[in-house]
């Protein structure tokens, strides 16, 4: 098998009306940062051997990328190395451009390249959809845009926005079996010649912020493609086969933490939900990861793409948007600022605990990242401030923030996002509520906090 007659057509689009031009195809590489199990990488890769023309792949920094620190920039570099790498080991160089993507791009790739077509990957995020607008129509030859990072291609699994999980489940599932497919073996190959590009000086890149927030840690997650496989090998050893049952108590270690180098694209969700499904786990556990895996994560790109306002009160079903609007004047038991949030100073030892994991971990537990949510809703003067400040939190400690899943995840718990309305109750209205005795039915809540703060750092192994 090889990549020219493996990647199906439907997996691409066309971002302008351009043809092809005897030139070197260009891999501009953004939200799906590896080598391997790469459609976009893979796409590109045809293109090259239908042109006869070399490939090359470009990355383009943005300088300050919505709110990103350092501790993002370090995992995406340290990835993006090994990426390089690996890329050059099969002839592609990797090249990055600073500045403005809009601008930088073209004009490397007419200048520099003389490019006969670019390849791009998907994401369905406001920011870099503009980038690529512009990209389009500055470039004088066709801009593709491959979905590596979805199973099923978003705008293929459906064109609205789609209400709840129920309702994007069946057609996931119908058009599964033409997606989840195996990666052609081996895979990118046949680019009929090298071009020869300096190696990047990662440490000597400018033009992005390097600054940690404050209290953060360096003791994060590993980064990169091995690391994430790796991580990958031990879950399916020792976390899936209690994923269905025990994956709500954050003490168990029965999630994977695969989220940061899924977001980062050095794992493709493809290649980990047929590592699961072909793992011996129980099939509940099977199912249960790979319906958030695959409907969760596909419905969260699904909401990003058909509705501009991911990220605002706005953008909310109107149901939620009522019932919150008329407990805006409810009086909060508690009032916090968004530094009190940052620096875990409320009165809540749970919410502490969360929010010292986010810090100091780069992660926070996908149980208690709801909880977290709505209790910032409950003790922030209006839920238009509480969705602000959530973003802003989980933006600036998450590693795997600035996703369509965390901004899906924030408006599920706010605001009522594919769920439906509950008993009224103040403040929250019909918002579904959590509180921390509700936690301390299904976890043991004291073990947890006290894993995250008397033992500190060295005690929050999983
Ligand atoms: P596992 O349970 O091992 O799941 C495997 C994978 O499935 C995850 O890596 C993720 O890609 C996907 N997944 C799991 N749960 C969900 C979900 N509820 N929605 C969509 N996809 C899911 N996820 C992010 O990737 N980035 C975020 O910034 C983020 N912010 C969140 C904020 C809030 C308030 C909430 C409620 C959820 C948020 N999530 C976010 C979704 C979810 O909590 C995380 O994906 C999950 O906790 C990551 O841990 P894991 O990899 O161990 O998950
Ligand atoms: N993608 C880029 O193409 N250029 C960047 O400079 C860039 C920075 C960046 C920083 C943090 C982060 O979490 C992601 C970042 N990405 C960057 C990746 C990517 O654009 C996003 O992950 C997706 O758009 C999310 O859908």
Not at 157 to 175: M, N, V
Not at 369 to 376: E, F, N
Request: charged fraction near 25%.
């Amino acid at each position: 098998m090889d990549a020219h007659h493996q990647v199906d057509l439907r997996r691409t689009r066309r971002l302008n009306a351009k043809p092809d031009r005897p030139g070197t195809v260009v891999y501009w590489m953004s939200r799906d940062q590896r080598s391997m199990h790469n459609w976009a990488l893979l796409f590109a890769c045809m293109k090259s051997n239908e042109l006869g023309r070399p490939l090359e792949v470009v990355f383009t920094l943005a300088g300050s990328f919505l709110g990103a620190s350092r501790r993002h920039y370090d995992f995406m570099f340290k990835g993006l190395a090994e990426t390089e790498s690996a890329l050059r080991r099969l002839g592609i160089p990797l090249t990055v451009l600073t500045g403005d993507p809009g601008v930088t791009l073209p004009a490397y790739a007419i200048e520099q390249t003389g490019a006969g077509a670019v390849v791009t990957d998907f994401s369905p995020l406001r920011l870099p959809r503009s980038w690529k607008t512009r990209v389009a129509e500055a470039l004088p030859c066709a801009l593709y845009e491959v979905d590596a990072h979805n199973i099923v291609p978003a705008w293929l699994a459906s064109t609205k926005q789609e209400y709840a999980a129920r309702t994007i489940r069946p057609k996931l599932h119908a058009l599964a079996p033409a997606f989840l497919t195996p990666f052609p073996e081996p895979e990118a190959r046949f680019q009929p010649s090298a071009i020869d590009r300096p190696p990047v000086h990662w440490e000597q890149l400018g033009g992005w912020p390097r600054q940690d927030p404050p209290d953060g840690s360096s003791d994060l997650l590993l980064p990169g493609q091995q690391a994430g496989e790796e991580r990958l090998r031990q879950f399916i050893g020792q976390g899936l086969e209690g994923y269905a049952v025990r994956r709500n108590d954050p003490n168990s270690g029965c999630v994977s933490r695969l989220s940061p180098y899924l977001h980062f694209g050095q794992l493709s969700a493809q290649h980990v939900a047929l590592s699961v499904a072909g793992s011996p786990a129980a099939a509940e556990n099977r199912e249960a990861f790979i319906e958030e895996l695959f409907i969760r994560r596909e419905l969260a790109d699904n909401f990003c793409l058909n509705n501009d306002r991911y990220d605002h009160l706005d953008g909310m079903p109107e149901w939620a948007r009522s019932t919150l609007a008329n407990h805006g004047q409810d009086r909060r038991e508690h009032l916090y600022t968004v530094e009190q949030f940052e620096h875990a100073e409320t009165h809540d030892p749970l919410w502490n605990a969360a929010q010292t994991e986010l810090v100091r971990t780069g992660l926070m537990h996908g149980y208690l990242r709801m909880y977290w949510a709505k209790k910032i809703l409950e003790w922030s003067p209006s839920p238009t401030s509480a969705f602000e400040i959530a973003i802003v939190l989980n933006d600036r400690y998450a590693l795997d923030g600035r996703d369509p899943n965390g901004y899906t995840g924030i408006a599920w718990s706010i605001a009522g996002l594919h769920d439906r309305p509950w008993f009224e109750r103040p403040v929250y209205g019909k918002i579904r509520y959590m509180n921390a005795s509700g936690c301390a039915r299904k976890f043991d809540v004291v073990r947890y906090i006290r894993r995250m703060t008397d033992l500190g750092l060295a005690g929050i192994g999983w």
